[in-house]
């Protein structure tokens, strides 16, 4: 049976496509962002989660193991990875929910049944999107979904990095209504540094899809110090405009609402507590260099 491990999926979404859509996050990701939204989502494997904001300190779940891989601490319960079994039993034996697993594994034909639980709410537009981490690190069941999606008529898109074997990009084009691709950053040293990966192979993958005609829609995350520069804005308008087609490019405003998803895997969080949105003047004038290119900016 083909499965993956997914770790969320958000119904009524309208940031994730076109319309209103299911998304599926699934777990796993070959880049490694510094200013990632979904951090539990970069690693393949089922972990325990821990939510100290729903920990009422009772230390039943640290009672409850059997492999001492639970352990107290100033924040709360420290998890050692490495020791646990995923037995279960500390999840049994919280009573808030704050110890769980952070994904589930599901079969392709489990991710289908839930999809068609929202058909109704779809619309014209709207359809299930394929998210992460990234799915192409699970080719066979996101294809699966896909196919299934496409065999019921129901639209179905994906949010991926292009950081994939072109093969493997292009069963994905063959078998989606819409690409979502990130461009981070467009000079290859600073795209290293801040994702772990050179981007050659994404702006290559971009590339080839452009003159297969796919469905593509440029997303840019703007990432206080990281992305939000003109520099950065004007180099990826020049690259977007070389591709010879109409590409539209979507700027993506930074979320700062994952920071508690840091504390929780114990991982640095890169920005200010208090780091907010870009402000909409500055969207605006990072868009204007888009546009002045020729390109259409959403
Ligand atoms: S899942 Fe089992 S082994 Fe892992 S921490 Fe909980 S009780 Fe211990
Ligand atoms: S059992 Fe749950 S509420 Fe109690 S200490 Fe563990 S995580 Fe916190």
Same mark, same amino acid.
């Given at each position: 049976?083909?499965?993956?491990?997914?770790?969320?999926?958000?119904?009524?979404? /309208?940031?994730?496509?076109?319309?209103?859509? @299911? +998304? /599926?996050?699934?777990?796993?990701?070959?880049?490694?962002?510094?200013?990632?939204?979904?951090?539990?989502?970069?690693?393949?494997?089922?972990?325990?989660?821990?939510?100290?904001?729903?920990?009422?300190?009772?230390?039943?779940?640290?009672?409850?193991?059997?492999?001492?891989?639970?352990?107290?601490?100033?924040?709360?319960?420290?998890?050692?990875?490495?020791?646990?079994?995923?037995?279960?039993?500390?999840?049994?034996?919280?009573?808030?929910?704050?110890?769980?697993?952070?994904?589930?594994?599901?079969?392709?034909?489990?991710?289908?049944?839930?999809?068609?639980?929202?058909?109704?709410?779809?619309?014209?537009?709207?359809?299930?999107?394929?998210?992460?981490?990234?799915?192409?690190?699970?080719?066979?069941?996101?294809?699966?979904?896909?196919?299934?999606?496409?065999?019921?008529?129901?639209?179905?898109?994906?949010? +991926?990095?292009?950081?994939?074997?072109?093969?493997?990009?292009?069963?994905?084009?063959?078998? +989606?209504?819409?690409?979502?691709?990130?461009?981070?950053?467009?000079?290859?040293?600073?795209?290293?540094?801040?994702?772990?990966?050179?981007?050659?192979?994404?702006?290559?993958?971009?590339?080839?899809?452009?003159?297969?005609?796919?469905?593509?829609?440029?997303?840019?995350?703007?990432?206080?110090?990281? +992305?939000?520069?003109?520099?950065?804005?004007?180099?990826?308008?020049?690259?977007?405009?070389?591709?010879?087609?109409?590409?539209?490019?979507?700027?993506?405003?930074?979320?700062p609402m994952c920071r508690e998803k840091y504390e929780s895997l114990r991982k640095t969080y890169?920005?200010?507590?208090?780091?907010?949105?870009?402000?909409?003047?500055?969207?605006?004038?990072?868009?204007?260099?888009? @546009?002045?290119c020729g390109l259409v900016a959403i």
């Amino acid at each position: 049976m083909i499965t993956a491990n997914v770790f969320d999926i958000k119904r009524f979404s /309208i940031n994730d496509g076109d319309g209103i859509r @299911t +998304t /599926i996050f699934l777990k796993g990701c070959p880049l490694a962002c510094k200013w990632c939204q979904n951090p539990e989502g970069l690693i393949p494997e089922i972990r325990l989660w821990y939510a100290r904001n729903i920990c009422v300190s009772c230390k039943s779940c640290i009672v409850a193991c059997e492999e001492n891989a639970l352990r107290w601490d100033d924040r709360g319960v420290a998890i050692d990875h490495a020791s646990c079994t995923r037995c279960s039993e500390c999840v049994v034996a919280c009573p808030t929910g704050a110890i769980r697993f952070d994904a589930r594994e599901m079969s392709v034909a489990e991710a289908l049944e839930e999809i068609k639980k929202d058909r109704p709410f779809y619309g014209t537009d709207g359809g299930v999107t394929l998210s992460g981490g990234e799915c192409m690190v699970s080719p066979a069941f996101s294809l699966g979904v896909l196919r299934g999606c496409r065999e019921c008529g129901i639209n179905a898109q994906i949010e +991926t990095s292009l950081y994939a074997r072109p093969e493997i990009v292009d069963a994905f084009a063959e078998t +989606t209504d819409k690409i979502i691709a990130d461009i981070k950053l467009i000079d290859p040293a600073r795209h290293y540094l801040a994702t772990g990966v050179d981007n050659a192979l994404i702006l290559s993958n971009i590339r080839r899809l452009a003159q297969q005609d796919t469905n593509l829609l440029i997303r840019v995350p703007l990432i206080p110090g990281f +992305t939000d520069d003109e520099e950065n804005m004007r180099g990826i308008a020049k690259f977007v405009s070389s591709l010879g087609r109409d590409i539209p490019v979507e700027l993506l405003n930074f979320n700062p609402m994952c920071r508690e998803k840091y504390e929780s895997l114990r991982k640095t969080y890169q920005f200010d507590p208090d780091e907010r949105e870009i402000p909409q003047q500055r969207v605006d004038a990072l868009k204007q260099i888009l @546009t002045d290119c020729g390109l259409v900016a959403i």
